[in-house]
């Protein structure tokens, strides 16, 4: 698949291998990708990120591992969209994030060494 990553303040293509899913885990094939401010503050050395940009965009359901023949039925070929700010608490799900935004936004982050 191909990928965007920053390295030393420059925007790098690669090809990467399909990830593994986990079980209730979904895989997304991207149709749109956005580019938005901070990708732009991540290429000038924002939280000096190194790693895989790209945190909205819009894509299907390409796979779905773990789920029952019905819940992969409802999935699979769904329009989806990615977005930083992470809101499932409030809808009673188990938060998946590890930090907060000063203004109490959940945001996703898995860590320096995420997408790298």
Do not use: Q
């Not at 699979?76 to 809808?91: D, H, K, P």
């Amino acid at each position: 698949m191909l990928a965007f990553a920053a390295r030393n303040h420059k925007l790098v293509s690669k090809n990467r291998p399909l990830p593994r899913l986990r079980r209730g885990w979904a895989l997304i094939r991207v149709r749109l990708a956005g580019i938005c401010n901070t990708d732009i503050e991540i290429l000038r050395g924002y939280h000096n990120f190194h790693g895989t940009l790209g945190h909205e965009f819009v894509g299907e359901v390409a796979e779905v591992r773990g789920v029952s023949a019905a819940a992969k039925k409802k999935w699979l070929g769904r329009r989806v969209c990615g977005e930083i700010n992470v809101s499932c608490s409030a809808y009673g799900f188990k938060p998946v994030c590890s930090f907060a935004s000063a203004d109490g936004r959940r945001i996703v982050h898995a860590g320096p060494s995420w997408g790298s």
